[in-house]
């Protein structure tokens, strides 16, 4: 039962251009959501978060998006650098808790310089 | 300087041989946990373990058991390992439990089991 879904294992892109990300997720009670971000033989690393009191974040390059309605937020990466070149997963919880984190099975984006 | 460590990197071993992870992490987090990276690149919580409360998911084996010596270290226990136990396995911790608390992850530990 996957109740966060990264659909697309791949994504490439251009350098320099937008790079977006998405994940859906089914569990209605979900309502905080995070980034995180995996190079090779690394442990992921928190990129950006948004709660669902908001329907975007921004963090320098990175936004987060929420469309509670669609069940549905998205991560755009502008402009896109070569360094991005990463694993993205995406992370859910209920009430915000850290210790019931439902993760995605991740996106690989590969940033063409 | 780092911040969340676990060792080995590596581990492989035999069906039914017993074996431990270890993690340390230097953030003074309250708060630390074990994932299961599986083959589908899905990451699952094992654990989650603070000084009062320990949360296990139900679905982990009791052949896994989290060991606490103190706040900084979480190490993890496999009894009579199985084929199925392959995997990816992620320390992580946090300060709190809350949405203002984002995990710190160790670089991993693949293990095989042959």
């Known amino acids: 039962d996957q109740q966060v879904k990264q659909n697309s294992p791949s994504l490439s892109v251009q350098e320099g251009r937008i790079s977006i990300l998405n994940c859906d997720y089914t569990?209605?009670?979900?309502?905080?959501f995070l980034w995180y971000k995996k190079y090779p033989a690394e442990g992921p690393t928190f990129l950006i978060s948004?709660?669902?009191?908001?329907d975007k974040n921004e963090d320098g390059r990175f936004t987060v998006f929420l469309n509670k309605s669609a069940k549905h937020l998205s991560l755009h990466i502008v402009p896109s650098q070569p360094g991005d070149s990463a694993v993205y997963f995406c992370a859910a919880s209920p009430s915000g808790s850290a210790r019931q984190l439902t993760f995605g099975s991740g996106t690989q984006l590969t940033v063409l310089p | 300087d780092t911040a969340v460590s676990q060792t080995p990197k590596y581990l492989v071993t035999q069906m039914g041989n017993d074996k431990s992870i270890k993690c340390e992490q230097n953030?003074?987090?309250?708060?630390m946990y074990w994932y299961k990276q599986d083959s589908k690149k899905f990451l699952k919580i094992m654990f989650s373990?603070?000084?009062?409360?320990?949360?296990i998911n139900e679905t982990v084996p009791n052949r896994f058991s989290p060991k606490s010596p103190d706040k900084a270290h979480l190490n993890l226990h496999i009894n009579s390992l199985e084929l199925g136990d392959s995997a990816v396995y992620f320390c992580a911790s946090s300060q709190g439990a809350g949405s203002g608390s984002p995990l710190h992850f160790g670089n991993g530990t693949r293990l095989t089991v042959t």
């Open positions: 373990y603070n000084n009062k409360e320990l949360i």
């Open positions: 953030l003074g987090h309250d708060t």
């Open positions: 569990n209605s009670m979900f309502d905080y």
């Open positions: 948004i709660s669902s009191i908001k």
